[in-house]
């Protein structure tokens, strides 16, 4: 498989006060406060107090112009009572509002958008970028719910996504209540990673904080869903389809799920799935996304395909807003005081700073620890076989076209470039096994020579091109039943070349384990009627391997026993172009001297594709579909490995998998028996492979984009269990990420108690970082930009406690305190 080019190590940002690990220690904070109590007061006791609220928002499907805006108050049977309008007006031409009315605290009130009957309103829409009319009967909602008495500033995004927390709370039992809105808010938020009735709604041009660029490209997303005619949602009416969908999406919203589901007659209609599938097109479609990171919306698409319990909610602790007398202030400071400190024992139990020496700190670092030490160079027999299997099937193919004069060729090579670049592998035809001679035709090919090439580095002198390869290095005999003999050595290749590249001469080829016999096997293909291989089998020794990217030995020798099957199509990637599939299985040992074994790699099952590509050209790894198991005496790791969606770089020389995928289970083993630590999925997306060369020096014109994405569970005994995902983009000529988004729920009893989520997006020089966390079963929210000696933790939009960077307290605003060092 060809390799594709890895991206630089984002080096450290630069120290300041408020950093990437203040970042996650205030994560912990925040996770600390969610769970905490609070009083419905929808119907509490107590005396009502009034608020005089001044509202002011956004309404965007896009942005909507000269739509009617009202303000409805909630009955007493939770609906929505449409006969009764406080405050009305009309947006402006960039769907902004205000409005003012007088309210009941903790009451929640409903602020309703809807279009005129005369097709005056219109959207912006996102995928056309072209105002288009909205038909009369569109509408969308938001909620609000005055946290005090007296005078109330405050906001209101209207969108699809605040329409569902409407129809979520509308839905529940009790209807539109304060503690239904509460939970409504929270299972939206902890679905798209920010609050949609807080965030405004602005074009992705124009969005400035992270969680607007969220809300824009989400918006997006629903355009997209319109314009495919998503959900059934099809006909020629644009604004039709619009209303369709954004009414499937409010439909699809609950308090108890983040799954979005609509069903009737026994039919359920993926909601989820389908706004999954909007956002990834808007992911991958640069006038749709601008130049908002696919990484800010990592957590977003991970929680669009949740499934069964990992679809449930956390439930809303109240505090801010959630209604009752009790003053929130109060009720948010004493849930973070009383659950800090389990929080801080949950991963204390679970990590530990520093190294081997702090094991016994952190139940998920033991098995993390123990796993590193049994999984080191796993790599070595995962490469191998893909490099020594495939350089020697190869050879047979020379081999057999020649002695079926299927082809005059007398040498074959996979890798490499036109201009005589490195190669991944290498055979020719020898008349003896010293591989002395170069055969000349069928009469005197007896013996094939190949080389797998594992690193190689070149140097130029003032007459050539110096090559320095380690390889294993094969000698094959045919043998009478039609199988092949191999041996096999590790060595080091010396080649000079003219720069015309038509003379070569191999200067040395050293064995590096001399002390060892050379390796030996059995390579039996089965052929059809044409004399293509369509089968095989392996048996028998390998050298030692090298260390990924090195040019010293991961492991001691091998032993090997694989079998397959080869089917050859078309594979549409050309016009003439077909691939070699290889359905592979077997077992590869890896052995630390001459009878330690290190490990057991299974391909249980496994995929390879090459595929010739142009006329002439070297074979391409296009696909990599393996199912394996890698064993050693400490620890396992079972799962797949995925390699696709090949495209040709501008040099016309490199094709490149532009998306992977690793997905499994790590387990360490301690007198036999197994314990599962880590379970997840990492999948990176290379964007740009098109418009990038490769002979250039990377810069803002050319350069490839990586976005990663890791999610997964980590679990430790009688600890709770912790589900993460983490997210983020960068550039090949950037030494830091663009974004960097993450988010955590930890369970209790498989019930999530808290969902925390944050962003990070480094300035140009650092200063101009902006860092933001949100714990949504609480609303407590934590941001800052540039280099703060402290930032506000806010519960709602009510300031509760300051962090300082400098000692690492959590001054609240009653006077108490509480540490945030929890020991990381």
């Known amino acids: 498989m060809n390799d594709f080019k890895t991206p630089r190590t984002p080096t450290r940002l630069a120290r300041r006060p408020l950093t990437l690990g203040t970042t996650l220690i205030a994560a912990a904070v925040l996770a600390a406060c969610g769970g905490g109590g609070g009083s419905d007061g929808g119907t509490g006791g107590g005396t009502a107090t009034t608020s005089a609220v001044a509202l002011s928002g956004i309404a965007s499907k896009g942005l909507m112009a000269n739509a009617d805006v009202k303000v409805h108050p909630v009955a007493a049977d939770g609906s929505v009572d449409l006969t009764t309008t406080l405050a009305a007006t009309t947006t402006d031409a960039e769907g902004r509002y205000s409005l003012s009315f007088d309210a009941t605290v903790s009451r929640p009130y409903v602020v309703r958008v809807s279009a005129k009957a005369d097709g005056s309103t219109t959207h912006l829409d996102e995928v056309t970028g072209t105002a288009q009319p909205l038909p009369a009967g569109f509408s969308m909602r938001s909620v609000i719910t005055p946290s005090q008495a007296g005078t109330v500033t405050t906001s209101a995004s209207i969108t699809p996504f605040s329409e569902m927390v409407v129809a979520a709370a509308e839905r529940a039992g009790g209807g539109i209540s304060a503690s239904n809105t509460a ?139 959630s209604g009752g007398t009790t003053d929130s202030t109060a009720t948010a400071i004493a849930a973070a005081r009383l659950l800090f400190n389990e929080i801080r024992s949950d991963w204390g139990a679970m990590f530990s700073r520093g190294g081997a020496s702090s094991l016994a700190g952190g139940a998920a670092n033991v098995q993390a620890w123990r796993f590193r030490s049994a999984m080191e160079g796993v790599e070595v027999p995962v490469d191998m076989l893909v490099k020594d299997a495939g350089t020697m099937l190869m050879g047979v193919d020379l081999y057999n076209d020649l002695m079926a004069g299927r082809s005059a060729q007398t040498t074959r090579s996979r890798g490499g470039d ?26 005197d090919a007896r013996v094939i020579g190949c080389r797998a090439v594992y690193r190689s580095s070149r140097s130029f002198t003032q007459n050539a091109i110096v090559t320095t390869e380690w390889v294993h290095g094969f000698t094959l005999e045919p043998q009478a039943d039609g199988s092949f003999a191999y041996s096999s050595r590790a060595r080091q290749r010396i080649s000079s070349c003219n720069y015309a590249g038509t003379s070569c001469t191999v200067t040395a080829n050293t064995v590096l384990q001399p002390a060892l016999e050379a390796s030996t096997g059995r390579l039996v293909p089965t052929l059809d009627a044409l004399g293509a291989i369509r089968g095989f089998t392996l048996a ?32 549409g990637l050309s016009a003439s172009s077909q691939s070699d599939t290889y359905a592979v299985s077997g077992t590869l040992k890896a052995y630390s001297d001459a009878s330690t074994e290190i490990g057991t790699l299974t391909l249980r099952r496994g995929q390879l594709a090459l595929s010739t590509l142009t006329a002439g050209g070297s074979p391409v790894g296009t696909l990599a579909d393996l199912d394996l198991l890698w064993t050693t005496p400490g620890a396992e ?89 983490l997210g983020t983009t960068m550039h090949s000529d950037q030494d830091k990420p663009d974004a960097v988004s993450f988010q955590y729920r930890t369970l209790v009893g498989g019930a999530p108690r808290m969902v925390v989520s944050g962003t990070a997006t480094p300035g140009s020089d650092g200063s101009g970082a902006r860092f933001m966390l949100r714990e949504a079963t609480s609303r407590l929210s934590l941001g800052w930009t540039g280099q703060p000696s402290s930032a506000e933790l806010k519960s709602g939009d009510t300031l509760i406690g300051r962090i300082d960077a ?19």
């Open 806 to 824: 400098a000692t690492r307290m959590l001054t609240f605003t009653d006077g108490s305190f509480v540490s945030l060092d929890i020991g990381l």
């Open 418 to 443: 036109s201009q005589g670049g490195q190669i991944a592998g290498a055979c020719g035809l020898f008349t003896a096994t010293d591989l002395s001679t170069r055969a000349t035709g069928s009469a």
């Open 183 to 321: 939970q409504a808010v929270s299972t939206v938020t902890q679905l798209l990673g920010f609050d949609p009735t807080a965030v405004s709604a602005r074009p992705v041009g124009s969005a400035e904080s992270e969680d607007e660029k969220k809300m824009a490209v989400m918006l997006a997303a629903v355009s997209q869903m319109a314009s495919g005619g998503q959900l059934g949602c099809s006909g020629d009416d644009a604004g039709a389809r619009t209303r369709c969908v954004v009414e499937a999406l409010s439909a699809s919203s609950s308090t108890s799920s983040l799954k979005l589901a609509t069903g009737s007659g026994g039919t359920t209609v993926d909601v989820s799935g389908a706004l999954n599938t909007a956002l990834g097109t808007v992911l991958t479609t640069p006038k749709l996304s601008g130049s908002v990171p696919g990484s800010l919306l990592a957590g977003v698409v991970a929680n669009l395909g949740c499934k069964d319990s990992g679809c449930t909610p956390a439930t809303a602790s109240g505090g801010s807003g």
């Open 637 to 725: 790791f079972e799962g797949t490995l995925r390699l696709k969606d090949v495209v040709l770089t501008r040099s016309g020389e490199s094709w490149v998998p532009t998306f992977g995928q690793l997905s499994g289970a790590l387990r360490t083993t301690s007198d036999g028996v197994s314990t599962e630590f880590l379970k997840g999925t990492l999948e990176a997306r290379i964007s740009g492979a098109g418009s990038y060369d490769e002979r250039e020096a990377d810069s803002a014109s050319n350069r490839f984009g990586v976005d990663l994405t890791l999610t997964g569970t980590v679990t430790a005994p009688q600890r709770p269990v912790l589900e993460f995902t």
């Open 540 to 571: 028998g020794d390998l050298p030692g391997g090298f260390a990924k990217g090195s040019n010293t030995f991961g492991s001691h020798h091998h032993a090997i026993a694989l079998s397959g099957s080869i089917a050859t199509a078309a594979d």
